[in-house]
């Protein structure tokens, strides 16, 4: 019998290689911006056709290879980046592992064109399918320019499994923006059929990049982050505590100079914004850490993605308190200290009106409403300042968080109806309103079937008194509906829970008694002086009275 283990031929290897590292388009994108940057480039230009399914070529005016190396450059593990074992440990470059290049060729038609400063021409290698199929002379300026054809077109599997061009398209964006918002000294264009997406100048102002790739509005609510603890180093830009957005797309986090995806990290990040942004709702942040070589291993991903910290806890402190500190959290103090704290509390928030005895229906004495503004906006103030609230962002937030907890298992006061109201929907509605009435009734809507397209509703919140329930079922019935795939339904109930809060609200425009307004700013202190509403807008805006001094320069 003939042995039935083989060793695999190189061609099948690199081909099973490719599968890891190059997933998509912009798998090609990060790898090859990567090989420029490692190699000096200051202007790197990106030009891809059809979500770079059909081409990519990136150019750059890096240090070029020459002949030999550029031919070497196409084998497996050959690298310049990496000599020996030690190297490993003291990764300064990008790439290291010497496998992007044979793995991409191994994938699509590439042609290489490089040439180094000291060389009066460059060299030319076309390679199809990973096998090299010419190599020549060619003029060309110094640098490299790789072009990438067809990826896949020897996978068919794969090349299947590409999504649309708007897709494609859309994840090398992000992967040009995660490169280039480390890299402000390096220019940066991005091209698509033609079309200029970016054009980055190089800066040596790290806002001003982020501000061109983040656009205007994100960077004017910038605050600068810095922190060291042990070995490690962090800085970089988080937004303001009123900043809040639908998506974590905005978090951009980088490990000694490369983009990184981490659990740790995310986690810190959340525990410094929870006390003022919604579930659900992210800030947006550019972080850069630095950490000694022997405390985080980037070899733990074959695409570099990932990386492994030694010593997770310290990473997690540095960045939550990091944050925390420019965020300004209040400073923490102990129950007993409580009374003191009001009149010392150095935060810059409202000092807690919290009133638990029933008779004191006042705020802390600290703070005096002055009045109500236009029927929107109440005005209030103490020994620190001015504050002005938006009524309806104050309520909308305290309703929310009440259903929250009532999702968590607390009971909320509940209106019920004597007679249940009948409710005409339609029949898709319906559907969805019964399927899910065990997690309604959990927020408090109590639904029971009347007719064909008829529900009856037995009980809503206390605080939806008098909102129109055939409209309250439509939103409720259209976020059931567009739960996509994955979406959980604690997620969906979450956006029922914002919806309701919404209606629930005092609207702008009502005249508020002074009780009423008591009230309010009491359950604002008691859900925790959230400084947004579950849409991410600002509850509050407050000016210390050494700013409005300043104003009238009364110094
Ligand atoms: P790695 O980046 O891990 O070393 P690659 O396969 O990506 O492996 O690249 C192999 C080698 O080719 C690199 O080590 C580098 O010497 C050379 N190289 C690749 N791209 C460029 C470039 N744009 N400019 C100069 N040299 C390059
Ligand atoms: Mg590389």
């Keep these: 019998m003939g042995a039935k283990i083989r060793v695999l031929p190189p061609a099948m290897v690199d081909k099973i290689a490719a599968g890891e590292i190059i997933e998509r388009p912009a798998s090609v994108v990060k790898e090859l911006i990567e090989n420029s940057l490692d190699a000096g480039s200051s202007a790197i230009r990106v030009e891809i056709e059809e979500g770079g399914k059909k081409r990519i070529t990136v150019m750059d005016d890096g240090e070029g290879m020459t002949r030999e190396d550029a031919l070497l450059a196409m084998e497996r593990y050959a690298t310049s980046k990496v000599y020996e074992e030690e190297d490993l440990d003291a990764i300064q470059t990008l790439g290291f592992r010497g496998e992007a290049l044979p793995s991409i060729a191994a994938v699509s038609r590439l042609r290489l064109i490089t040439r180094t400063r000291d060389e009066l021409s ?105 922190g060291l603890e042990g070995g490690g180093e962090v800085w970089g830009w988080a937004t303001v505590p009123t900043y809040g957005r639908g998506s974590s797309k905005g978090i951009y986090i980088y490990v000694n100079g490369r983009y990184i995806r981490d659990k740790i990290v995310s986690h810190a990040i959340a525990e410094a914004y929870r006390r003022f942004i919604p579930a659900k709702m992210y800030p947006a942040i550019v972080l850069f850490l630095s950490l000694p070589f022997s405390d985080v291993d980037i070899n733990v991903h074959p695409a570099k993605r990932e990386v492994r910290f030694r010593r997770g806890d310290e990473i997690h402190r540095l960045v939550s308190d990091s944050l925390k500190r420019v965020l300004g959290h209040p400073t923490e ?52 300042g001015v504050m002005l609230f938006d009524q309806h962002a104050a309520q ?37 309103l019964l399927e899910h009435r065990a997690s309604l009734a959990a927020v408090g809507v109590e639904l029971g079937e009347f007719g064909e397209r008829t529900v009856a509703v037995t009980s809503i919140p206390a605080f939806l008194q008098g909102v129109d329930l055939q409209s309250l079922l439509e939103a409720l019935s259209g976020e059931l509906a567009e739960r996509g795939e994955g979406d959980s339904l604690a997620h969906v109930l979450d956006r029922a829970c914002v919806l309701m809060a919404c209606r629930g609200s005092i609207k702008a425009n009502r005249r508020l008694q002074e009780e009423e307004v008591h009230a309010l700013l009491r359950g604002w202190a008691e859900a925790g002086k959230p400084a947004t509403c579950p849409h991410g807008r600002p509850i509050f805006v407050k000016w210390s009275w050494g700013e409005v001094a300043g104003w009238f320069r009364r110094d």
């Design 333 to 384: 103090t102990k129950p007993h200290d409580e009374a003191v704290a009001v009149s010392e509390t150095r935060s810059s928030y409202v000092a807690p009106p919290v009133v638990t005895s029933g008779e004191d229906r006042t705020l802390a004495p600290a703070w005096r409403m002055v009045g109500q503004l236009r029927g929107t906006y109440i005005m209030v103030e103490g020994e620190e």
């Design 122 to 226: 460059g060299t030319q290698i076309l390679v199809e399918g990973g096998h090299v199929k010419r190599v020549e002379e060619i003029g060309s300026p110094p640098g490299t320019r790789v072009e990438i054809a067809d990826l896949f077109y020897n996978l068919p599997a794969r090349r299947k499994f590409l999504r649309g061009v708007r897709s494609e398209s859309a994840h090398i964006i992000e992967v040009v923006t995660r490169m280039a918002l480390i890299q402000g000294p390096v220019g940066f264009v991005l091209k698509h059929n033609n079309r200029i997406l970016f054009n980055l100048p190089p800066t040596q102002d790290e806002r001003s990049r982020i501000k061109a790739i983040l656009g205007k509005d994100v960077a004017s609510q910038l605050l600068r982050v810095e």
């Design 396 to 432: 909308e937030r305290i309703l929310y968080e009440g259903l929250k907890a009532a999702l968590e298992g607390m009971r909320l006061p509940q209106q019920p109806f004597l007679i249940p109201q009948p409710i005409e929907v339609k029949r898709e509605e319906m559907e969805l």
